[in-house]
C-alpha cells in the first residue's frame, strides 16, 4: 500500500498514463517517453497550473478543492465510482495506530439462518475485502470459491481449481480488484486489506500489474460464466443488495434466464445441493 501521503498521487499518476493522447484531442508530435499524457497536458485540460498539479502528483498538496477534483475527475475521464474514490483520497485522513485491530467480520445470525434454508437460489455474503461469509447450499454446489470462509480475490489469483472455473478469467480478475479498491476507499489502512494486497502482490505478479492500475469498480449486477464440474458452463446474471447495518457487507443473488439450459442447469444443482441427486446423475 502507498504511504497517505502518496495515495492521491499514485491514483493520478496511474490513471493519468492510461489515457491516450488522441483520444482526449491532443495532437502526438514525435516519440514520447511517457506514458499516456504529460503533466502539463493533464493540468492543461484540468484547468489547474503544471506546478500544482506536479504538487498534487508528488504528494506535496493532499486536499484539493472540490471544484478541482471535478475538474480532475473529468480531464482524467473518471467514471462515478473513480470519481468517488479520488474524492475520498482528498479527504483528511483522521490519524489512527497504524496497525489497529477489527473484530472478524460476521453475518447476523438472522440472515446466516435464512441462507442456509434458501434452496433454489445460488446466494453468498461477501465481506467489505471479498471474503465469503455466508452463502446458500446452491452457491457452494455452483463454484467452490463461495464455501463461507474463503476469499475470492485470493482464490481468483491464487488458486487454479477456482481459475477454471471462470471462463471469462481476465473479465473475473479485472472486476476483483477494482471492487476490492472500491470497497477500500474509506479505510486503505485495514490491516486485512494491507495484508491481502501485500500477499497478493507477492505472490501473483498477475495482481501487482492490476492493482496498480488504480482501477475503481463497484459491483452492482452483471453476467458471469461457470464452468461447473457437475453441469459443465452456465451463465447466470447476478444483482447485489447492501446488508443494511453491516459495514460494507453485500449480497450476492444469482439467477438464469426463464425457461433457458442454464435454468435447467441450475435446477439441477439444486437437486445435488438438496440431497435429492448425485453427481452422476448429471453428468
Not at 493532499?62 to 482524467?76: N, R
Not at 455466508?134 to 485470493?154: C, E, I, M, W
Not at 472455473?165 to 486489506?193: C, F, I, K, N, Q
Not at 452483471?222 to 447492501?242: M, P, Q
Amino acid at each position: 500500500m502507498s504511504s497517505d501521503d502518496h495515495r492521491l498521487g499514485d491514483f493520478l499518476r496511474a490513471r493519468r498514463e492510461r489515457l491516450d493522447p488522441e483520444a482526449v484531442g491532443l495532437s502526438d508530435y514525435g516519440r514520447r517517453r511517457v506514458k499516456g499524457l504529460r503533466r502539463e497536458e493533464l493540468a492543461m485540460l484540468a484547468g489547474v497550473s503544471a506546478p500544482y498539479y506536479a504538487r498534487l502528483e508528488q504528494g506535496r498538496d493532499t486536499h484539493p478543492s472540490p471544484q478541482i477534483l471535478a475538474a480532475l475527475a473529468a480531464a482524467l475521464q473518471l467514471d462515478a465510482d473513480a470519481a468517488a474514490h479520488l474524492r475520498a483520497l482528498a479527504e483528511p485522513q483522521v490519524a489512527e495506530p497504524r496497525r489497529r485491530t477489527r473484530r472478524p467480520e460476521r453475518v447476523r445470525p438472522g440472515l446466516a439462518h435464512l441462507l442456509s434454508r434458501w434452496a433454489d437460489q445460488p446466494a453468498v455474503v461477501i465481506g467489505r475485502h471479498r471474503d465469503v461469509l455466508a452463502a446458500t447450499p446452491l452457491a457452494t454446489v455452483l463454484h467452490s470459491g463461495f464455501d463461507a470462509g474463503r476469499n475470492l480475490v485470493r482464490d481468483v489469483f491464487l488458486d487454479p481449481a477456482v481459475r477454471a472455473d471462470y471462463v471469462d478469467w481476465d473479465e473475473v480478475a479485472r472486476g476483483a480488484v477494482a471492487s476490492l479498491r472500491a470497497s477500500s476507499t474509506h479505510d486503505p489502512d485495514d490491516p486485512r486489506l494491507t495484508d491481502l494486497v501485500g500477499e497478493l502482490s507477492i505472490k501473483s505478479p498477475e495482481f501487482a500489474a492490476m492493482w496498480a492500475r488504480h482501477d475503481v469498480k463497484a459491483k452492482t449486477s452483471g453476467t458471469k460464466r461457470f464452468d461447473n464440474a457437475f453441469v459443465g458452463r452456465l451463465t447466470l446474471e447476478y444483482e447485489s443488495f447492501d446488508v443494511t447495518g453491516s459495514d460494507g457487507q453485500m449480497l450476492y443473488v444469482f439467477f438464469a434466464d426463464p425457461g433457458s439450459v442454464d435454468e435447467h442447469a441450475l435446477a439441477l444443482l439444486g437437486e445435488i445441493a438438496s440431497g435429492a441427486a448425485t453427481p452422476r446423475t448429471v453428468r
